[in-house]
């Protein structure tokens, strides 16, 4: 395994799942199109009880391909909030998904950026992140160092020139808004 990882792919096996799992609820969609303009990903992330986040990566293509299969995925799927990053394409996919009469997506700032790329770190030490072991997202997992964010923060970035980091970005947008929009069930206090 990649020792100069910065999650190991035994970290990253680890939070695999193998039973199956009877997951309902509102989706969360993490959408990156990548620095170079090439190619864009797309997760989502759902409450899979226990405090724990179920993640899966729906797709990584060519952004020449445009927004047509992840827009037939929005109107199709129980989505509660959609975040896109990468100023290659966010703009654009905003203004279809306005066209198509869907919600507003989150644009984050760098700072909510750093903030996710914390939780996601956080959440793969504590083991409430799992997944179902796709190998392209355990291929970028475990071949990936960090990389500043302005002055305070970090992200990530692929060690292997081959490998898209937007597939791993757009898990970690899907899981951070998971953790931050995610519906708060009320306390009831009794006397």
């Not at 799942?17 to 969360?28: A, M, T």
């Not at 827009?71 to 290659?88: H, N, P, Q, S, Y």
């Not at 970028?140 to 970005?169: H, Q, W």
């Amino acid at each position: 395994y990649n020792q100069a990882s910065a999650i190991s792919r035994a970290e990253w096996q680890r939070l695999q799942v193998e039973e199956e799992l009877n997951i309902s609820g509102k989706l969360y969609v993490g959408v990156k199109y990548g620095i170079d303009a090439r190619r864009m990903a797309a997760a989502v992330a759902v409450n899979a009880g226990n405090g724990k986040v179920f993640v899966e990566v729906l797709f990584c293509q060519d952004m020449r391909k445009g927004n047509k299969r992840l827009l037939d995925f929005l109107k199709r799927a129980d989505v509660e909030k959609v975040v896109v990053d990468g100023k290659a394409g966010q703009d654009l996919l905003a203004e279809e998904m306005k066209r198509e009469k869907m919600k507003k997506p989150i644009l984050p700032k760098v700072s909510e950026i750093i903030v996710a790329n914390a939780k996601f770190e956080q959440a793969v030490e504590k083991g409430t992140i799992i997944h179902n072991g796709q190998p392209s997202l355990e291929e970028v997992a475990a071949n990936c160092e960090k990389r500043t964010i302005a002055s305070t923060g970090f992200g990530y970035r692929s060690l292997k020139p081959d490998m898209e980091i937007a597939i791993l970005d757009s898990v970690i947008l899907a899981h951070w808004a998971e953790e931050e929009f995610r519906e708060k069930k009320k306390q009831k206090a009794r006397y």
